[in-house]
């Protein structure tokens, strides 16, 4: 029997368990509530900075390269994301 499987609209058929765990991490959105559209709209838009020697500029969302410069939103956390990549979230 050929069975498919899907989760939250993602084809998990054949993938290990330890797999779709990480997965379901990574969607976050599928666990939590979006964050408040007030809070949202106050995030600050700051310019990406050189980050101190042995940090990455590389995006956690996207995995790309940020540009120095590049505008972000800045999280309460002090942590720097491009718009497209931290708005969805």
Sequence with gaps: VNMSVNINGMDVT?????DM?????L???T???PADPDLVAS???MAMI???????????VC???IEIGAPCHELPCKHRYP??????W
Excluded: K, W, Y
Excluded at 50 to 60: H, L, N, V
Excluded at 83 to 88: G, K, N, T
């Design 14 to 18: 054949g993938l290990s368990m330890g």
């Design 21 to 25: 765990i990480n997965i379901a991490e």
């Design 27 to 29: 969607d976050t959105r």
């Design 31 to 33: 666990f939590h509530s």
């Design 43 to 45: 995030l600050p838009v």
């Design 50 to 60: 050189q980050p101190d020697e042995g940090e990455s500029i590389q995006c956690p």
């Design 63 to 65: 995995l790309a390269d």
């Design 83 to 88: 718009s497209e990549c931290i708005l969805p």
